[in-house]
T-cell receptor, first 112, second 110 residues
Framework: GAGVSQSPSNKVTEKGKDVELRCDPI?????LYWYRQSLGQGLEFLIY????????KSGLPSDRFSAERTGGSVSTLTIQRTQQEDSAVYLC??????????FGPGTRLTVT | GQNIDQPTEMTATEGAIVQINCTYQ??????LFWYQQHAGEAPTFLSY????GLEEKGRFSSFLSRSKGYSYLLLKELQMKDSASYLC???????????FGKGTMLLVSP
């Protein structure tokens, strides 16, 4: 079956612009996660959605970052007023409750 | 807080066995995961331990000791395609989120 998909695969933006990254989870997966991976760093947790519960936003690095999940499926991560330190690969993952997470291919964001 | 340590790099020879260690100090624990990540690709799930002991899956095995905060991933009969980064991650018991180590880059040479 289809895995987790993300779009765009690459995004180059100018400092100060807003960007939206999209994630389509595996059908039926109720949990969705966003992570960030910077060069030489481990995966950094950003935000977690589980069903209709309030999301866990504890990993968002600043109020410029936000995410939503519509209809319990597709999720969008928005970064406002991008900064150069936001350059990273943004990975989305989905899972059934309390099972292993399946990752998408990621979006490579470059802020110039 | 969460602290997960694993070696930065390891090298091994094709056909050999390699053990990648991971130690963790976390405020909560609900399982330890190993993922493989090839350069430029998404992490893929390898193994999961929640109880002490060894889990074997083909050429890959993973071990967990909760009292020692220690796990290892054992790769047997190494192949060139095993050259990748191996990520150790601990799951938070409340939200099922994962905290990852920085990964161990394994280079398999002929």
């Amino acid at each position: 079956g289809a895995g987790v998909s993300q779009s765009p695969s690459n995004k180059v933006t100018e400092k100060g612009k807003d960007v939206e990254l999209r994630c389509d989870p595996i059908s039926g997966h109720t949990a969705l996660y966003w992570y960030r991976q910077s060069l030489g760093q481990g995966l950094e947790f950003l935000i977690y959605f589980q069903g209709n519960s309030a999301p866990d936003k504890s990993g968002l690095p600043s109020d410029r970052f936000s995410a939503e999940r519509t209809g319990g499926s597709v999720s969008t991560l928005t970064i406002q007023r991008t900064q150069q330190e936001d350059s990273a690969v943004y990975l989305c993952a989905s899972s059934l409750p309390k099972t292993e997470q399946y990752f998408g291919p990621g979006t490579r964001l470059t802020v110039t | 807080g969460q602290n997960i340590d694993q070696p930065t790099e390891m090298t091994a020879t094709e056909g050999a066995i390699v053990q990648i260690n991971c130690t963790y100090q976390t405020s909560g624990f609900n399982g330890l995961f190993w993922y493989q990540q090839h350069a430029g690709e998404a992490p893929t799930f390898l193994s999961y331990n929640v109880l002490d002991g060894l889990e074997e899956k083909g050429r890959f095995s993973s071990f967990l000791s909760r009292s020692k905060g220690y796990s290892y991933l054992l790769l047997k009969e190494l192949q060139m395609k095993d050259s990748a980064s191996y990520l150790c991650a601990v799951r938070d018991p409340r939200y099922s989120t994962l905290t990852f180590g920085k990964g161990t880059m394994l280079l398999v040479s002929p």
